[in-house]
């Protein structure tokens, strides 16, 4: 599995560029709390800017837009920040910046109590052993660490992120995609087909902070009660259904 975590620190200076009318629609569109109680400020606020990118891909495309100045070649340099160098340059940006311009508004993602209880279960394993990537210490991937909290509909997919970048980093850094050619984050983000999503932010020992974004079709928490190895053993005995696709790649 490839990790690329140059392109996560390449949009430092992005709330610099934004325009005060986008602030203005993010405080109007707070998503609403979970069945587990309240997201912390950078999942809800997470959360918040995938809906607006969904909502209005205009917006965003004019936040990418507002980069190219700040590109020469493949290198980028913020304002008051060290120059790096990106894999792809302005083509992942101009790229991102076409499929925005001629994307639909689609619906925003509903917070799932289990899908989030399922990013918290890896942020809380990277969190400890300063793993990176899709696949858990003990080998698991998304569909296992699920199963102790539901049962999901349709696709059911994940993207992670490492830094302590802001929010609206986070997603623009997954719209560009920089250096995935099957452009995975920004894929998932827009696809019409995921309606629930669950958010959870830690600490990472390596690279200060990460977030996991856990999407699907659809997802049935475990009943109040039922214990939730049970559930797991429960779904180890059921096929996974045909229309389920794990997407690991980061």
Not at 57 to 80: C, I, R, S
Not at 188 to 217: E, I, N, W
């Amino acid at each position: 599995m490839r990790v690329s975590f140059p392109r996560l620190f390449m949009l430092i200076s992005i709330f610099a560029l934004v325009s005060s009318t986008a602030n203005a629609q993010t405080s109007k569109s707070q998503p609403p709390k979970d069945a587990s109680g309240s997201f912390s400020e950078a999942e809800r606020d997470l959360l918040t800017e995938i809906n607006l990118v969904r909502a209005n891909p205009q917006v965003y495309a004019a936040y990418l837009e507002k980069m190219k100045p700040l590109f020469k070649g493949k290198q980028y340099t913020a304002v008051g920040r060290p120059s790096l160098m990106t894999e792809e340059g302005w083509t992942a940006v101009d790229e991102a910046i076409r499929f925005l311009r001629a994307a639909k508004p689609s619906g925003p993602l509903n917070p799932s109590r289990g899908l989030s209880l399922a990013a918290l279960a890896h942020v809380k394993d990277q969190s400890g052993s300063g793993g990176t990537g899709h696949q858990g210490s003990n080998s698991g991937v998304i569909e296992d660490r699920v199963k102790p909290f539901g049962n999901w509909q349709g696709g059911i997919g994940e993207n992670i992120t490492y830094g302590s970048d802001s929010a609206r980093e986070r997603l623009l850094t997954w719209l560009i995609d920089d250096g995935f050619p099957s452009r995975g984050h920004r894929m998932r983000l827009m696809s019409s087909d995921y309606k629930v999503a669950g958010v959870s932010c830690g600490s990472h020992p390596q690279f200060s902070a990460m977030c996991v974004l856990t999407l699907a079709g659809g997802f049935v928490d475990v009943p109040s009660g039922v214990n939730a190895a049970t559930n797991s053993k429960t779904n180890e005995s059921k096929p996974k259904p045909t229309n389920s696709k794990a997407i690991r790649k980061m």
